[in-house]
């Protein structure tokens, strides 16, 4: 009944803390690296297929595991993540506005996890592929991001 009410507010519940609905806004989104390369009816059609949230401090966004995985794609707007992974922790790597993570994209168990205030876009699996479709400049950003964080915690020595 919870995630029922919060759903109809506008907020999700993830793993203990909550995240906000939030309003998407043209003109900073156009500033979003990843969102860049769009032209203003494309950052429209982005607005109207995705959902923005205000997320707080410690707010766990995405999971790897079995059980939550989901191929989602996150986008950073604002704020800052970082990426647990398998007992390593990346807090700048993967952190800056524009950064997007899915989980569907990494292996092993991991969590996307805000370390401060935060606004963070979710685009689904099939309306990323739509934009995709429709030629929305992603592929450089995506191409970026692909094989993180395995590419990042394969260079850290054990338990470091």
């Not at 806004?25 to 205000?54: C, M, N, V």
Request: aromatic fraction near 10%; proline fraction near 3%.
């Amino acid at each position: 009944m919870l995630s029922a009410a919060c759903a109809q507010q506008g907020y999700a519940q993830q793993e203990g803390k909550t995240m906000k609905a939030s309003t998407t806004y043209l003109y900073l989104l156009r500033k979003t690296p990843f969102f860049a390369g769009l032209d203003t009816e494309q950052l429209r059609w982005t607005i109207g297929h995705s959902r923005e949230w205000e997320a707080q401090a410690g707010t766990v966004v995405a999971s790897c595991s079995a059980a939550d995985k989901s191929d989602d794609f996150w986008i950073l707007l604002d704020g800052r993540w970082q990426v647990e992974h398998d007992g390593h922790t990346d807090p700048a790597g993967h952190a800056d506005a524009g950064k997007w993570f899915s989980a569907s994209e990494t292996s092993g168990n991991c969590r996307l996890v805000t370390t401060e205030h935060s606004y963070v876009m979710k685009i689904t699996r099939a309306d990323m592929n739509d934009m995709l479709n429709r030629g929305f400049a992603f592929e450089p950003h995506l191409a970026q991001g692909r094989g993180y964080p395995s590419k990042t915690f394969a260079a850290l020595p054990a338990g470091g």
